[in-house]
């Protein structure tokens, strides 16, 4: 699975920014795909998941309510919308995915993901 991300940039605080997350490639027949982030000298985190086939979806709180994750099976295409952007919502923000048996994926951790895009940066200024 290759996976490439698009939609980064800058932008002030309460701004918005719509990311995207192609695969192609060998593709899994259900997954999950998920967005993460990492800011210099912290841990990458997961930002949001989703079930590609149920279309569950999982949210770190610290994005609850701000930040919106969608998907275009037909595309093989996941967006994450983000509204209300806050300077700590500044990183490189990464889309992943992993063969999925079930119709839920709440683990967020990075760990557990295995194919990766190059990631796109995100800057939001105060």
């Known amino acids: 699975v290759q996976l490439v991300e698009s939609g980064g940039g800058s932008v002030q605080a309460g701004g918005s920014l719509r990311l995207s997350c192609a695969a192609s490639?060998?593709?899994?027949?259900?997954?999950?795909m998920g967005w993460f982030r990492q800011a210099p000298g912290k841990e990458r985190e997961g930002v949001v998941s989703v079930n590609t086939i149920s279309g569950s979806t999982y949210y770190a709180d610290s994005v609850k309510g701000r930040f919106t994750i969608s998907r275009d099976t037909r595309k093989n295409t996941v967006y994450l919308q983000m509204n209300n952007l806050k300077p700590e919502d500044t990183a490189m923000y990464y889309c992943?995915?992993?063969?999925?048996?079930?119709?839920?994926?709440?683990?967020?951790?990075?760990?557990?993901?295995?194919?990766w895009g190059q990631g796109t940066q995100v800057t939001v200024s105060s």
């Open positions: 992943a995915a992993i063969p999925s048996s079930g119709n839920y994926c709440p683990n967020l951790s990075p760990l557990i993901y295995v194919n």
């Open positions: 490639g060998y593709m899994y027949s259900r997954y999950c």
